[in-house]
């Protein structure tokens, strides 16, 4: 997913959805590209609003989903 990820974080910044949201959670699903990276980068340029969470291995899509509702400050979770 590493190839994707500047336009997600592109829209994002762009969108001033960031300026709104209380939290956006990252999850990594024991990535083993790039992906670690850029999550970490972006996290680190928004610390006040994006946290990543990052498994060990792959679990798959709803796993991580879970992860990362679980890890939720918020009472509200949008995926």
Known sequence: MAEHLPRLFKS???SGLLNH???VLLVDDGSTD???ELLKNF???NAQTVRVVTLEKNEGRFQA???GAKASK???ILF
């Open 65 to 67: 989903r879970w992860e």
């Open 43 to 45: 996290a680190d340029q």
């Open 21 to 23: 949201l209380r939290e």
């Open 34 to 36: 790039q992906t670690p």
């Open 74 to 76: 918020c009472e509200k």
């Open 12 to 14: 994002l910044g762009e």
